[in-house]
């Protein structure tokens, strides 16, 4: 079982990103995904979680109506969309299978800075 983060990198403040994350070994879709970061320095911080039945996700309060969390079932593949971008949405973002982050990928760098 395996999961893979990509589509981090540098964007300047107010600006968007999309993650993906893959998996190998389980299907993805068939799962309630989250997605959790780790800023430097700080604690590994949950950001969202989508359920696989009716499609509801939850976020933290810090990112509502800033990130989108979607599931492509034709892919097995999830996302993160990532909008109006903040310095301190700076951090490492991973996709995990549960909500604490045990079964998480490698993770994939946000840099938000000007």
């Known amino acids: 079982v395996q999961l893979v983060e990509s589509g981090g990198g540098l964007v300047q403040p107010g600006g968007s990103l999309r993650l993906s994350c893959s998996a190998s070994?389980?299907?993805?879709?068939?799962?309630?995904i989250s997605w959790l970061r780790q800023a430097p320095g700080k604690e590994l911080e949950w950001v969202s979680t989508n359920s696989s039945v009716g499609g509801f996700t939850y976020y933290t309060n810090s990112v509502k109506g800033r990130f989108t969390a979607s599931r492509d079932r034709t892919k097995n593949k999830m996302y993160l969309e990532l909008t109006s971008l903040k310095p301190e949405d700076t951090a490492t973002y991973y996709c995990?299978?549960?909500?604490?982050?045990?079964?998480r990928g490698q993770g994939t760098q946000v840099i938000v800075s000007s």
């Open positions: 070994g389980f299907v993805l879709v068939s799962e309630n």
């Open positions: 995990a299978k549960d909500r604490a982050g045990t079964m």
